[in-house]
């Protein structure tokens, strides 16, 4: 069965940092691009960042490049998303997904609240 | 400013049949864009229905079915159930290593 759990979410104060991360089973991590998307509370689906299965081409929404950085661990299963200088506007439910062209298979989700 | 466009609201009666439509603010989706339809409930993470234009993902009912109409990618749901009652999200694939989702339909069944 094919499982996407994300974790790392919590309470962060504007302009501080967090890190995501996602562990992936069921299927071959490896063979596979991934996605980060989140939604704000109430709001619409965001495509945030994706990342080849080699890590050799990696790509970002403009609301998140320079802030953001996406990686993964092929060895571990595990997917990231390190996000720094975090604002309001980040707030939001982090999923995590497992290559779109090919039948998107999608996390819970983890939530991630920047607040003072 | 919008650039993958979904109506906001659309409602279907018990037995009906829907068709959500995701477009481009300037020019035409085609196959090239990869369209993906997902269904979202409250409180839930949302599930892919169709992916690549029309090829439905596992466990999908064959009620729904994914084309591309007048320019636009389509998502059509025949036979509507009280179930199906959602919010729909289209999303292209815009070049780029770039994709964008449309702003959703939230869809009533009534």
């Known amino acids: 069965e094919v499982q996407l759990v994300e974790s790392g979410g919590g309470l962060v104060k504007p302009g501080g940092s967090l890190g995501l991360s996602c562990a992936v089973s069921?299927?071959?991590?490896?063979?596979?691009?991934m996605n980060w998307v989140r939604q704000a509370p109430g709001k619409g689906l965001e495509w945030v960042s994706s990342?080849?299965?080699?890590?050799?081409?990696?790509y970002y929404a403009d609301s998140v490049k320079g802030r953001f950085t996406i990686s993964r661990d092929n060895a571990k299963n595990s997917l990231y998303l390190q996000m720094n200088s975090l604002r309001a506007e980040d707030t939001a439910v982090y999923y995590c997904?497992?290559?779109?062209?090919?039948?998107?298979?999608w996390g819970q989700g983890t939530l991630v609240t920047v607040s003072s | 400013q919008t650039v993958v466009t979904q109506e906001p609201s659309f409602s279907v009666s018990p037995g009906g049949t829907v068709t959500l439509t995701c477009g481009l603010r300037?020019?035409?989706?085609?196959?090239?864009?990869?369209p993906s339809w997902f269904q979202q409930t409250p409180g839930q993470a949302p599930r892919t229905l169709i992916y690549?234009?029309?090829t439905r993902s596992s466990g999908v009912p064959d009620r729904f079915s994914g084309s591309i109409l007048g320019g636009k990618a389509a998502l059509t749901i025949e036979g509507a159930q009280a179930d199906d009652e959602s919010d729909y999200y289209c999303?292209?694939?815009?070049?780029?290593?770039?994709?964008?989702f449309g702003g959703g339909t939230k869809l009533t069944v009534l």
């Open positions: 997904l497992r290559e779109i062209v090919s039948g998107a298979r």
């Open positions: 069921g299927f071959t991590f490896s063979s596979y691009a």
């Open positions: 990342i080849s299965s080699t890590s050799s081409n990696i």
């Open positions: 300037s020019g035409s989706v085609s196959n090239n864009y990869y």
């Open positions: 690549n234009t029309n």
């Open positions: 999303i292209l694939y815009m070049g780029g290593g770039i994709w964008v």
